[in-house]
Nanobody, 116 residues
């Protein structure tokens, strides 16, 4: 079954950086938006961080404030989230999602723990 697979989470110190990766087969991403979500510790819902439109434009939620950058490597079918200046409140599970009019796909998530 074709799916999204995240990697790159782990422990990071406050103020540090890390990059998350999402293996995103073209059969999933073609003509769909694809982006990153997270569910923070103690949170019940996943919140959008950043995404690419089907046209390839990058969009960010306001809380990102320049700390996170979404990118992609179309040749490798990968989508990345570079995170900088991490804070303990960024701790949570980070997910890759692709969606269109008919169907959506979620990865299993990768945990990021920011230690103070």
């Amino acid at each position: 079954q074709v799916q999204l697979v995240e990697s790159g989470g782990g422990y990071v110190q406050t103020g540090g950086s890390t990059r998350l990766s999402c293996a995103a087969p073209r059969s999933i991403t073609d003509k769909r938006e694809i982006g990153w979500y997270r569910r923070l510790i103690g949170g019940s819902q996943r919140e959008l961080i950043a995404y690419f439109t089907s046209a390839g434009d990058a969009n960010y939620e306001k809380f990102v404030k320049g700390r996170f950058t979404i990118s992609r490597d179309n040749a490798e079918d990968m989508v990345y989230l570079q995170m900088t200046d991490l804070k303990p409140e960024d701790t949570g599970v980070y997910y890759c999602r692709a969606w269109g009019y008919v169907r959506e796909y979620w990865g299993q998530g990768t945990q990021v723990i920011v230690s103070s």
